[in-house]
């Protein structure tokens, strides 16, 4: 017999995999502008972790900031990501990448333990929390960056094929176990773990119709619909009519209509006692 709990996390396990082109997402990504807070708080010589590091775009960003003394590790359970952050970053100094499950992270010898985009995806965040923070040295500290999706803002409103298939994501979400509004639990499950000195910091991402990256960063939900859709489809969430339809809408939208995308974004970090 499987425990509720588990059979939780085995669906959220299975929800959670990274479908084939979500990559790309990833890929788009960078220390400096997508996890900005462990950016200040980076300097030489530190070593950090990178907790689901997918292709490693960020982790790569960690591991030059922390130059040639420091340490820069990045881990994720899906193999095949780890196959292609090695091979998109070979060479980097002081740069690796392990498969490995954040249940498993070794123990305190980081300075820095962090996740970012990742705690959202799991039925026990905090059991996840806890092994961060015990892979970090005693005084290090655990930086944490997640979404609140009930907080996601479109201006205007997107096309109504679309905020169906946003409310069946969250859905879809939310029968896995997932918190969509983990970003604004995060404080709580910092302390509940045990780590102390908890700061909380917004993060909001903000894009506007004249920012060069525009399309590929409020055009995410059309990427969303392109992969993630497929496997909601599959669980019966919705159906490949609904999915497509939001997928052409949403793109047709962001080429003629589209001034401005939120997505809500929360740092939020604690020292090991």
């Known amino acids: 017999m499987v425990a509720e709990g588990d059979a939780s996390n085995d669906v959220a396990r299975r929800r959670a995999h990274m479908p084939e082109g979500t990559g790309a997402i990833l890929d788009t990504r960078s220390l400096a502008t997508d996890h900005r807070r462990l950016a200040a708080l980076l300097r030489p010589g530190l070593a950090v972790l990178d907790v689901g590091c997918g292709t490693g775009a960020i982790t790569r960003g960690i591991a030059e900031a922390v130059g040639r003394h420091g340490r820069a590790v990045g ?33 305190g010898s980081f300075d820095i333990v962090t996740a970012a985009r990742v705690l959202q995806w799991l039925a026990d965040p905090a059991a996840a ?68 000195e908890i700061v909380a910091s917004d993060q909001h991402e903000t894009t506007r119709r004249a920012d060069p990256d525009f399309e590929t960063r409020a055009g995410i939900w059309a990427a969303v619909a392109a992969t993630r ?45």
């Open 229 to 273: 859709g497929h496997q909601m489809v599959a669980d019966g969430v919705i159906s490949e009519a609904e999915r497509r339809a939001a997928e052409a809408d949403y793109r047709a939208w962001l080429r003629d209509g589209a001034q401005t995308h939120v997505q809500y974004l929360r740092a939020v970090e604690g020292v090991r006692a």
């Open 129 to 196: 929390l806890r092994r961060m923070a015990e892979a970090a040295r005693p005084g290090g500290r655990v930086v944490v960056l997640d979404y609140n999706h009930e907080k996601t803002a479109w201006t205007p409103p997107p096309p109504e094929s679309m905020r169906r298939f946003y409310a069946a994501f969250l859905r879809w979400r939310a029968g896995a176990g997932m918190d969509n509004a983990i970003a604004d639990h995060l404080p709580e499950i910092f302390a509940r773990v045990g780590l102390s």
């Open 75 to 107: 881990v994720d359970v899906n193999a095949s990501m780890i196959e292609k952050a090695r091979a998109s970053h070979r060479g980097v100094p002081s740069l690796s990448f392990e498969v490995a499950d954040v249940l498993a992270l070794p123990a």
